[in-house]
């Protein structure tokens, strides 16, 4: 190129350079992420908005309407509504993940190769990780604050300094699965384990894990099981703090399970993905 | 610019480098010219600074990929054999989100990814969807974008397979530019007319090592005869070969090589070869007269053609 932009040299000649660290090498991923985001984020943002409307109008008005307000079993909510919203919440924060780090995953290492694209100039598997789960936690974010937003006016939220812990909240939960969710994904030759994942993962975790009903209404050791899911910590730590029932030592105990999730997830996101690009 | 020795790959108990040395200079245009299989594409990516080193020296402007893999891929271009372009960007988008990769800002990428438009002819397509290009369209946006960052060195891994004639002459024509801008080339081809086109120097490959070394012109002027005359033969139904044919015109050249199809007479002087054959009462269904190529060169070395 030298000689035939000598001109246009000139007047730019910022050197390409190998990344600062971890963060700086995510944010030039930045712009991949707006420039894809921007062709679906409408359609994004419509359906967070009306899926939780359907969600709370069936289960938590119609279907709610035919069970006792009784804060007693309700782990402390004065209405079905109120209980089963912030379980809703905390599930779609799940299953939003699911859909994110699996086919998109595999797609971009292995159908239309987006990561090796990524990793020719001198970022490295890292960067595509922390920006690629960066992105994650942007799209749960967004859901989770349009999902308290429509649910502010039905009177389910108790506690306002709750609702604003909530919102970071379903960012933890969310990346609490992204993480080894995606590190799966990463090492995963064939799509066909996708559908197992979900029926056999996603779908028994959004409905026993305390989102609908409590989970002491499962008999043992069902009740047992229920408490060791990651969904049921995110469960019960959103319906804390939505209700304004928050107890600190089993909050914490919540936070650190979810905390883990993610910090074993990416080491093990890490290491699949450069033992699958790196060869 | 790249200095390798000894350098080896493997994967598992496959090696799919065994032990090659290769140093390319500033400027020039290297080619790595072999079939399928010959471990070309293995080196590309050690050389690329995405695969380790299994065994052996190599160094890309100085720097050792097994510790400055980020530095070395800032300065380096990379056509990869399979596309990677994001078809669901538009051409433009394609080469300003992969220029941001390289830490430019991003009125620059811009400003760059438009001269590089302009440059492999894509201006008019600029705002079209990558899906909607045609193979060697996508090629050249490829090749525009692995020049985004202005590299020291381009790779370019076999840049024209699977494209039509008409297109690879296209996408020659944008690699003839850049050489003669000065920008160092490294190739890998399986294609013969490829190396002769594009490359100033080579290595062929075969299993895994280099069987030669040197310009197109040097390596057939060394490995091969002015002339070879082709003889077409019928192929043989009763699973014979055309051995008892060959050994008839064997002192007529230098060496003879025997195909399914046809003889081989390597020789200074095609026509006169031909009129002997002729001669002697053989009766080929085609003759055809023509000057060596890096395809003979391969023949003679590894008794195998290129492409199979």
Request: with cysteine.
């Amino acid at each position: 190129m030298a000689h035939k932009h000598t001109q246009a040299e000139t007047r730019t000649q910022t050197q390409a350079t190998a990344p600062r660290g971890t963060i700086d090498g995510a944010l030039r991923l930045l712009d991949y992420w707006a420039t894809a985001y921007r062709r679906t984020w409408k359609g994004s943002v419509v359906s967070s908005f009306v899926t939780p409307l359907l969600y709370v109008l069936a289960m938590g008005v119609l279907l709610g309407g035919f069970v006792e307000a009784d804060p007693d079993t309700l782990e402390g909510a004065t209405s079905y509504l109120a209980f089963v919203v912030p379980g809703m919440i905390a599930a779609q924060s799940m299953t939003l993940v699911f859909g994110e780090v699996t086919y998109p995953v595999m797609g971009m290492i292995k159908w239309n190769r987006t990561y090796y694209a990524m990793t020719a100039g001198p970022l490295g598997v890292e960067h595509v990780i922390l920006a690629h789960l960066g992105f994650v936690a942007f799209r749960v974010a967004v859901s989770a604050a349009v999902f308290l937003a429509v649910v502010a006016p039905f009177g389910v939220h108790e506690a306002w300094w709750g609702v604003l812990l909530a919102f970071p909240v379903q960012v933890l939960i969310g990346l609490a699965f992204a993480a080894p969710i995606y590190a799966f994904s990463a090492g995963l030759k064939s799509e066909s384990a996708f559908s197992l994942v979900f029926r056999l993962g996603m779908i028994p975790l959004f409905l026993f894990s305390g989102a609908f009903f409590p989970v002491s209404n499962l008999d043992q050791p069902l009740e047992s099981l229920a408490v060791i899911t990651p969904l049921w910590h995110g469960v019960d730590l959103t319906r804390m703090l939505t209700l304004g029932t928050l107890e600190l030592g089993p909050a914490l105990v919540h936070v650190a399970y979810l905390g883990a999730l993610v910090v074993l997830g990416w080491w093990w996101a890490q290491r699949r993905l450069q033992r699958r690009m790196v060869v | 610019m790249i200095h390798a020795s000894g350098l080896r790959k493997s994967f598992g108990g496959f090696e799919a480098v065994r032990g090659i040395d290769v140093d390319v200079r500033p400027g020039e245009a290297f080619g790595f010219l072999g079939p399928n299989g010959a471990g070309k594409s293995s080196t590309m990516r050690m050389i690329a600074a995405v695969s380790p080193v299994s065994g052996g020296t190599l160094r890309i402007l100085g720097m050792d990929p097994a510790t400055d893999a980020q530095q070395i891929k800032a300065r380096i271009g990379v056509c990869p054999q399979e596309d990677t372009l994001d078809t669901e960007l538009t051409v433009r988008d394609n080469l300003v989100v992969y220029g941001r990769y390289f830490g430019l800002p991003r009125a620059e990428v811009r400003e760059r990814a438009q001269e590089l438009l302009e440059f492999v002819q894509l201006t008019e397509k600029a705002d079209a969807m990558v899906d909607d290009l045609s193979g060697g369209m996508k090629r050249r946006l490829t090749i525009a974008r692995s020049l985004i960052n202005r590299p020291d060195i381009l790779l370019l891994d076999e840049p024209t397979t699977g494209l039509d004639p008409q297109a690879r002459h296209v996408v020659w024509d944008r690699l003839f530019r850049l050489k003669q801008q000065g920008v160092t080339l490294v190739l890998t081809t399986h294609y013969m007319d490829e190396a002769e086109q594009l490359t100033d120097r080579l290595v062929v490959m075969d299993k895994g090592v280099i069987v030669a070394e040197g310009s197109p012109l040097d390596l057939i002027a060394a490995h091969s005869t002015r002339e070879v005359a082709e003889l077409r033969f019928p192929v043989p139904t009763d699973g014979g070969t055309h051995e008892p044919l060959a050994e008839k015109v064997a002192d007529l050249a230098e060496r003879v090589e025997v195909l399914p199809d046809r003889l081989l007479l390597y020789t200074a002087d095609g026509e006169e070869t031909v009129t002997k054959v002729h001669e002697r009462g053989l009766q080929p269904i085609a003759t055809l007269v023509r000057r060596s190529t890096l395809e003979d060169v391969f023949l003679r070395l590894t008794g195998r053609t290129l492409v199979d």
